[in-house]
């Protein structure tokens, strides 16, 4: 089994370029069936997740590729040849619910697989079944699949009961191709929603209000090819600015963007790490003085992001004093704090909320990434950790890091790749 091997790796320095965004990527390689016509993406890293879509888009009929250069992915759907999707390819990523949408609007049927839980919680859909259905569509529940249908797709106004991201795609793609407009109230205002929003608009489509909590959409008759570069991952680079700070570095973090990575900066500066704007889209991120105990909860957008937390949890868990972290959005996403106990941690979860005593030092051993971020986490505590730590269960870092060991080797760490 594939693992990260990691030596303590003290004062990371150098730069580090973001990638393609994997939240803003996803939607859009959904969004890329609305037409017939080629949809040329850039800025698309290989990231498993990104495979895994490309893979089921090829199921129902969409010719998708990297181009020679790997400098884009070309998407056409000339040809949907079916409208259900791949339970085991489905079930393995969330954002393959976008597809419903996408399907729903251009050929107003879909056979979708419920995308059951997942480590982090139980995530239901029913807020993107309450949109359609304010739409006009009708959807049935038979042996873990919904099969929705619409005759015709009709704009309304949907009041959303939480701010969810992948509701509001969602929906916004659904209502692109609907008879006129519809009106999503409480809708997600995520950077990654204006990503959506942008390529949706270069598709022809009729959008405002994205970034707002109010998001109109206008059905219009057709969609058309598009050129589009996916904004750079505010994840990503705030999980290489905690490489910095934790390893008491100086990193430069180039290809960001200030506007969507605010919460972090301000949550690193509160912990006292220094975090230099160079100009619009490079921050250096160093450490000067003592680091500080902190309180964070997590929001949605512009709250502080709740894909931030594991990372965050491990740069607490090495500063001196008492750290509180709540997470409001998922019910069950502390599960990465077991394995960060096992490397000498002191965290105390009390339901939604972790208390975190920092330690002199975390100390290397084997640990096992539970999912995506959390898996980040134990990285960046493995680097500020005495001796070695052998991370497994790899697969979950590789859907939404790309190549992560390389750059951070770049940039003086000491990881391994052990197949
Ligand atoms: C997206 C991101 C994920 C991020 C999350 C929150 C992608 C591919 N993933 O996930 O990385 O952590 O946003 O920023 O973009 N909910 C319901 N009913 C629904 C839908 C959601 O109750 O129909 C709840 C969820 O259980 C969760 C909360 O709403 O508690 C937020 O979920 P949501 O914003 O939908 O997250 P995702 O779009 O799944």
């Known amino acids: 089994m594939t693992k990260f091997i990691i030596k303590t790796s003290p004062c990371l320095t150098g730069k580090v370029s973001i990638g393609g965004c994997k939240n803003a990527i996803l939607p859009i390689l959904a969004a890329s069936l609305l037409t017939s016509e080629c949809c040329k993406i850039y800025s698309v890293p290989a990231l498993s997740d990104v495979i895994a879509l490309c893979s089921i888009l090829e199921d129902i009929g969409i010719d998708v590729a990297f181009d020679e250069k790997k400098e884009c992915i070309l998407v056409q759907a ?5 409208l259900k999707t791949d339970y085991q390819k489905a079930s ?3 954002a393959s619910f976008l597809i419903m949408g996408a399907l729903l609007s ?3 049927e879909a056979i979708i697989p419920l995308p059951g839980g997942c480590p982090i919680g139980s995530r239901p859909v029913d807020l993107h079944l309450k949109g359609f259905a304010a739409l006009g569509a009708q959807a049935e529940q038979s042996h873990g699949f919904i099969h929705i249908f619409a005759k015709e797709l009709q704009g309304n106004k949907i009041y959303l009961d939480f701010p969810s991201v992948g509701a509001t795609e969602n929906i916004m793609i659904a209502a692109t191709l609907a008879k006129g407009t519809t009106t999503i109230v409480n809708a997600a205002a995520e950077p990654e929603i204006i990503d959506l929003a942008c390529f949706l608009k270069k598709m022809g ?3 405002s209000g994205e970034g707002s909590n109010t998001i109109t959409i206008t059905g219009v008759e057709k969609l058309y090819g598009a050129e589009y570069t996916v904004m750079p991952d505010r994840i990503e680079a705030g999980t290489f600015m905690i490489a910095a700070a934790i ?3 100086d990193v430069i973090v180039e290809k960001v963007r200030e506007k969507d990575i605010k919460p972090i900066l301000a949550k690193l500066s509160e912990a006292n790490v220094k975090t230099q704007k160079l100009d619009e889209n490079a921050f250096r991120i160093y450490t000067k003085e003592k680091l500080q105990p902190i309180s964070l909860k997590t929001m949605p957008f512009p709250g502080f992001p709740t894909d931030m937390q594991a990372p965050f949890m491990s740069l607490l868990s090495t500063i001196k004093g008492m750290s509180v972290i709540t997470e409001t959005v998922f019910e069950n996403r502390f599960i990465h704090a077991a394995e960060l106990q096992r490397m000498g941690a002191k965290i105390n979860i009390e339901s939604r909320s972790a208390m975190i005593e920092g330690v002199d030092k975390l100390t290397g051993t084997q640990v096992k990434a539970s999912d995506l971020r959390g898996g980040a986490g134990l990285i960046l505590s493995a680097l ?4 070695k730590t052998e991370i497994s269960d790899i ?5 939404g890091y790309y190549h992560i060991e390389q750059k951070l080797k770049k940039i003086g760490a000491d990881i391994e790749i052990k197949p």
Do not use: D, L, Q, S
Not at 78 to 82: D, F, G, Q, W
């Open 78 to 82: 000339k040809n949907i040849v079916t």
């Open 92 to 94: 393995k990523m969330r």
């Open 106 to 108: 251009r050929c107003h």
């Open 205 to 207: 489509a009729m959008i």
């Open 247 to 249: 390893t008491k570095g």
């Open 384 to 387: 500020a950790a005495e001796g």
């Open 395 to 399: 697969y979950h870092i590789e859907r």
